[in-house]
């Protein structure tokens, strides 16, 4: 039978990370490989610089090594220091030595001219004006001292870091390897992409998903493996995974008898460690223990193993202080709300204004991972928050999109260049955008708020086409004031239309020309700073 | 003979990439693989959905599909529609049908009421309240739309877009792939890193630097190849690459005598596209074609190649709107100026308060390759920028280091956790964070400023020991106070001990007892908010 998960029998998201942590913690495996080939590895251990950086005090320039109480005044040359030369001599008092850039600093010298700032003869260099002692002087040290931390455990490596360690004579380093994963799906509906799709059925993406962002976080996949929605072949699929693997995903189709399929699995063949997180999305997921194995149920919900994986699964694989995922500080440019017993993730877009970033929560539901992908980051609230727009909140930055961005209204005869980015999505966010002071270009309508100013404007007349269930649209587009009866809502009029044969649509006319006259709606463009050439269709 | 780069020959970065473009555009290959195998790469092609997502109406709850306007009331249950089954009749008004999440919506029904929220008997499902059409129901589409896009060309594919497109039914996608890149390293000072360092001598960072960050972005690399500063050898090694390669990158070593050479070798072999730039660290940085392939030569300096390959080579691969770096706005700390006449990358630390990041420019010379891998970001700043601290300005990010830290003066009685980042770069910065509100752990020394509270405070006596040339610190250091004569300016009490038998050096009696008594200092320790766990030798 069906396993309800109470509210209160749901763990933290942090709790179920550390339990898991504490009743299996993971080994990652470790090897020695050439720096080159450590790049975007995390550090196995704290590496200190074995040498002092610059190993000897250098010459920044080429010039002549002098001492600087010496000048201003002329003084005899005494030959030349080449770059990797070792200093024999210390530097007399009204002596000079010819130096390169990089070449060794004589003892006695303190600084160096530049060779384009001295008067030069064959036995001579003169120096006019008076010489800051350490002018031009790279001194042993001053970069890195000889025992200071380059990396520390579990240090991510950039570039950089290798740079600085090919710097300090370290041509090897131990980094930490990823684990062997095994990914399997289960679910009847499921197809997998690039086969023909059956009616009612869906194409398989949450095993894609975990084998892309287990390679990209440098572990081995197995799979990822379909298995139909069957006890028997759930429990052998798991079991033989487990032999093969270091951990297990299972992610449950979303029927209600397999999530039980895949706990009951789980409860036969070794320990469940916890079942149901206060999370949302991802209230079912699972965490057992098969024969001294790591196994997560995820839920079958797209958006769901999205965040569980982050919030939880690769929490646990990383277990230290390294795993904090890149967090900014941004400004909340609409109200958003938390679950009122869950932790809640919530995919906003973002946009950048000259001092500030905002960011706009979407609306949304867990089975839309086009949505969530055309999202740059989230929100992790705590059960129970509410923010009111104008609130400072920490965001969890998946992307930065560089591209100017349109936002509002869909329209399909307002032509837009390829080059931006088209969150047509409506005129709420976008009228929110028009106040607060973000946005490239901005498609508002009359139905929800009305600008001061605008580039461009059209009018367009609204009808209601067809019979049956009445397709309306979402609060943030502006004929759903319009619509407030509508059983279905959708985001854009292009959804609307995918309805004309089955329902009774409210869609404007240049989309299609209906039949029942509701009124109409007045387009606003507004373009912000040097945006024009984004809008190709408008004069 | 020396070639000397006059300002005014020199042209701005953006104009260098733009020229190197428009002489000869990079074209990168493409190939067709499997969507896992996409993860971060670049998308060759726009790609839209070839199909609605959701496919079809779906329940996103296990219940029963009803039309809303039959209830509150009593309806006939006429069966169940499994998950993955086609809907073969319209439900009839007052009757209802059993599904599953996932299951496809029959017509006429417009919504589902929860399995838990109804009252059911063999024949009969109750719906006590009114229920909203839509409830519990993904439409069709409303997702994505068919036609929508789900990836522009250029852009980079997450694991969250591959998830996109396994659930549009696409299982292969054509990528951008690397380029073969020659890289080689020229200077007679230069040892690879894991052998013995001669004297004088130095270790060879440059060509693993740009090894490592060529790996990162795909491309496939020959080298690092160490040439000596010779004329002959240079032109062979950039000949003999240009035959094997699509791109070199030549690294001068920091002799006068060579950046000439691979000048020369460039005219002799192919034509200069440009030599110098208006860009600090990196002016002496030369473009060519040689051959019908592209050539560049950047300067020996660690710092300059990265900045010079960041801002530059890897703009020209990427030439396109997608090359942006993540930037951040962020709140400058303390004052910076820029070059007069050249674009100038100063590195900074980034600190996170509450609601703001506020960045700190790096006391640094362009050899520091330690320095700058320690650094967060650096900020971008045309010619004869000034700002004062408190502007707001854009930093390009390379790293989020989520440690708490230690900002201040270095002591090394004072036993630090490991699980903090350790910036004991001195007590300015410190004051200033004291000031601004940023920081966890402030050490700063009364010499500099003095802090309202504190939680720890200890005074050291500071000492002159031995003789010859004066060895101070850099004036973010307390001590710096007392040294303004210092003709060697270093960062802290463990570089000044390097310079113990070599000059007179000023140093605290925890660090060496010496001879001639300067003063004494305080130093007061502040710990914010709970970080009193990341001291650990403090009572």
């Known amino acids: ?52 950086l ?54 006695g010298a303190d600084a160096v001219v530049k060779v384009e700032d001295v008067r030069k003869t064959s036995e001579f260099v003169e120096v006019t004006s008076s010489v800051s002692p ?14 200071e931390p380059i990396l520390s455990q579990g240090e991510q490596i950039t570039s950089e870091k290798i740079a600085t360690l090919a710097a300090a004579g370290i041509s090897t380093i131990k980094v ?95 320990e469940v460690v916890f079942h149901g997180l206060r999370f949302k999305p991802g209230k079912p997921t699972v ?71 905002f960011v706009y929560p979407i609306i949304f539901d867990s089975h839309m991972i086009g949505t969530l992908s055309s999202s740059d980051g989230y929100l992790a609230l705590p059960p129970g928050t509410r923010l009111e727009a104008g609130s400072v909140v920490e965001v969890r930055l998946l992307k930065v999109d560089p591209r100017p961005v349109v936002l509002g209204e869909e329209e399909r005869s307002l032509s837009l260049s390829n080059n931006v980015r088209k969150l047509l999505v409506g005129s709420r966010p976008a009228c929110d955008a028009l106040r607060m002071g973000f946005g490239d270009v901005l498609i508002v309508s009359s139905l929800l708020c009305q600008p001061d100013s605008y580039q461009y404007s059209m009018t367009r007349t609204l009808f209601w086409s067809g019979r049956g269930v009445e397709v309306g649209y979402v609060d943030w587009v502006g004929m759903s004031s319009l619509t407030k009866t509508a059983h279905v809502k959708v985001k854009s009029p292009s959804i609307a239309l995918k309805f004309l044969n089955r329902g009774r649509v409210l869609l404007p006319s240049t989309y299609h020309a209906g039949e029942e006259e509701v009124g109409e709606e007045t387009l606003y463009v507004v373009v912000r700073n040097n945006s024009r050439k984004f809008l190709e269709g408008i004069k």
Chains 1, 2 share one sequence.
């Open 1 to 52: 039978m069906r396993k309800v998960l109470r509210d209160e029998q749901l763990i933290d998201p942090t709790e179920a990370v550390q339990l898991a942590i504490s009743r299996l913690p993971v080994k990652l495996p470790v090897s020695e490989v050439s720096i080159i080939d450590a790049i975007g590895k995390r550090s196995a251990e704290e590496v200190e610089s074995p040498i002092d």
């Open 54 to 107: 610059p190993p000897f005090s250098r010459s920044t320039v080429d010039g002549y090594a002098i001492r600087s109480s010496d000048v201003p005044g002329k003084l005899r040359l005494m030959g030349k220091l080449n770059i990797g030369e070792e200093p024999s001599v210390t530097l007399p008092p009204g002596q000079c030595i010819e130096v390169d850039t990089g070449s060794a600093l004589p003892p």
């Open 134 to 147: 350490g002018l031009n002087v790279a001194w042993m040290g001053s970069d890195l001292v000889q025992g």
């Open 176 to 270: 930490v390897e990823g684990l062997k994963v095994a990914v399997i799906t289960t679910g009847n509906e499921l197809v997998p992409p690039g086969s023909p799709l059956p009616p009612a059925h869906v194409y398989e993406s949450n095993g894609w998903y975990l084998a892309a962002r287990l390679k990209e976080l440098g572990h081995e996949v197995l799979g990822p493996t379909m298995v139909r929605d069957n006890y028997e072949e759930i429990l052998n699929a798991i079991s033989e995974a487990v032999d093969r693997s270091d951990l297990v995903l299972v992610t449950g189709g979303t029927s209600a008898g397999e999530r039980d399929y895949v706990h009951a699995a789980l409860s036969s063949l070794g």
């Open 287 to 357: 965490m057992a223990i098969v024969r001294g194995k790591p196994v997560f149920g995820l839920p079958g919900n797209p958006a769901s193993t999205v965040m569980v994986f982050d919030r939880i699964v690769n929490k646990y694989l990383s277990q230290g202080g390294w795993d904090e995922p890149l967090t900014i500080t941004a400004v909340l440019a609409a109200p958003v709300m938390a679950d009122p017993r869950r932790f809640t993730y919530v995919p906003v877009y973002a946009f950048r204004s000259t001092s500030t970033t």
